[in-house]
Structure formats: C-alpha cells, structure tokens
C-alpha cells in the first residue's frame, strides 16, 4: 500500500514538471523499468531514491511523501 501511494506521488509530480519516463529515469541514475516498477507500487523506493527524486523535481520530501489518509 505504501509503495503506491509512493509511486502515485512519484508519478504525479513526475508528470507536472513535464519529464517523460524516459528522460527521468536517466536524470535519475536509473532503469526506466526500476522507475515504472516504483510508479506502479511495485517496489518500495529507497531513501536514496526519494532523495533524488526530490532533488530532481526541486521538492521537499515532505510535499512528495504520500499523504496520510486514515
């Protein structure tokens, strides 16, 4: 469940600052395939990852964390 929400966060602010799967996980350092997998909910992303994301997408981790729904 959480590696979804993850990967919805991922996907989301991915697509609003205008990155292909393609072009993003290159930045990234990593296979489009790993990428689709953690968009997916697939794979759990690491630490690392999200820290990279997030520099990437010039976010907090804090506004690409998944938001507490319960």
Same mark, same amino acid.
């Given at each position: 469940?959480?590696?979804?929400?993850?990967?919805?966060?991922? /996907?989301?602010? @991915?697509?609003?600052?205008?990155?292909?799967?393609?072009?993003? %996980?290159?930045? !990234?350092? #990593?296979? =489009? &395939?790993?990428?689709?997998?953690?968009? /997916?909910?697939? @794979?759990?992303?690491?630490?690392?990852?999200?820290?990279?994301? %997030?520099?990437? !997408?010039? #976010?907090? =981790? &804090?506004?690409?964390?998944?938001?507490?729904?319960?």
């Amino acid at each position: 469940m959480e590696a979804e929400k993850w990967g919805r966060r991922i /996907r989301a602010f @991915r697509k609003l600052k205008g990155y292909t799967q393609e072009n993003f %996980a290159k930045n !990234l350092g #990593v296979s =489009v &395939s790993v990428l689709g997998e953690i968009e /997916r909910g697939n @794979r759990v992303p690491s630490e690392e990852f999200i820290n990279g994301v %997030a520099e990437l !997408l010039s #976010v907090t =981790v &804090s506004e690409l964390a998944p938001k507490n729904t319960d």
